[in-house]
């Protein structure tokens, strides 16, 4: 489970790195230290929907089940701090002042990576924990199925 949690990290940090070759702002010490920010927004959402699948497979769900529950009750608070945060913060890049130029490169990460981060925790998580569960064996039992040859009548 953790290394489910850590793999999505370099996925989000594509997104803020797309925001800046989109917006043509390079990246600058600031972008850098909004980089960590964004890691731990994207750590923090992908932690609560892991616990959640979790806590609906030891209420005796399978994987999928589970994936489908936990995932509708995660949308909605993943969707709303995604677009408050985004909302917030899209002001800056219109901004022309002075100050507010310096630290566009972070708003710029932030926004674009947040951008992205829907979709990793939604689909992303939820499909490498399901490749967990197959590789460690604890998916669901394969039957094995007896196939019948036809033989045709002369």
């Given at each position: 489970?953790?290394?489910?949690?850590?793999s999505?990290?370099?996925?989000?940090?594509?997104?803020?790195?797309?925001?800046?070759?989109?917006?043509?702002?390079?990246?600058?010490?600031?972008?850098?230290?909004?980089?960590?920010?964004?890691?731990?927004?994207?750590?923090?959402?992908?932690?609560?929907?892991?616990?959640?699948?979790?806590?609906?497979?030891?209420?005796?769900?399978?994987?999928?089940?589970?994936?489908?529950?936990?995932?509708?009750?995660?949308?909605?608070?993943?969707?709303?701090?995604?677009l408050?945060?985004?909302?917030?913060?899209?002001?800056?890049?219109?901004?022309?002042s002075?100050?507010?130029?310096?630290?566009?490169?972070?708003a710029?990460t932030?926004?674009?990576?947040?951008?992205?981060?829907?979709?990793?925790?939604?689909?992303?998580?939820?499909?490498?924990l399901?490749?967990?569960?197959?590789?460690?064996?604890?998916?669901?039992?394969?039957?094995?199925?007896?196939?019948?040859?036809?033989?045709?009548?002369?």
């Amino acid at each position: 489970t953790p290394m489910v949690v850590m793999s999505i990290v370099p996925f989000g940090l594509i997104g803020a790195f797309v925001g800046h070759w989109v917006l043509g702002y390079r990246l600058n010490m600031l972008s850098l230290m909004a980089l960590l920010g964004l890691s731990g927004v994207i750590i923090n959402d992908a932690i609560i929907i892991v616990s959640s699948i979790k806590r609906r497979i030891g209420e005796g769900l399978d994987l999928r089940g589970a994936v489908i529950i936990g995932a509708r009750e995660r949308l909605r608070p993943v969707i709303l701090t995604t677009l408050t945060t985004i909302g917030g913060l899209t002001p800056l890049l219109f901004e022309r002042s002075v100050q507010a130029q310096l630290i566009q490169p972070l708003a710029v990460t932030l926004i674009f990576g947040l951008l992205f981060s829907p979709l990793l925790i939604l689909f992303f998580v939820p499909s490498l924990l399901g490749v967990g569960t197959d590789i460690r064996g604890l998916g669901r039992k394969v039957v094995p199925v007896t196939v019948v040859a036809k033989t045709s009548a002369p």
